[in-house]
């Protein structure tokens, strides 16, 4: 399944990212919690924001294998 996500989304996982740089910096555990939590919320926003592709836009992607070749995708 193919999904699409905006500049917001973007911006928000980015954030989690620039965050989960910022625990190992943080002294207090409490305060470490406290950015842990965040980026745990804006991470599961994320999740929760993406929006599947209609099928009709998404390009069709296949998995073929045989006994002979290796497992590849044809796009």
Do not use: C, H
């Not at 193919?2 to 190992?24: A, H, P």
């Amino acid at each position: 399944m193919i999904y699409t996500m905006d500049v917001d989304q973007l911006f928000g996982l980015w954030t989690v990212i620039r965050l989960l740089g910022e625990i190992r910096e943080i002294p207090d555990a409490i305060s470490r919690s406290e950015v842990l939590t965040e980026a745990q919320i804006l991470l599961t926003a994320f999740v929760l924001g993406l929006k599947p592709l209609p099928r009709d836009e998404a390009d069709p992607i296949t998995l073929r294998t045989s006994l002979n070749e290796m497992t590849g995708f044809d796009a």
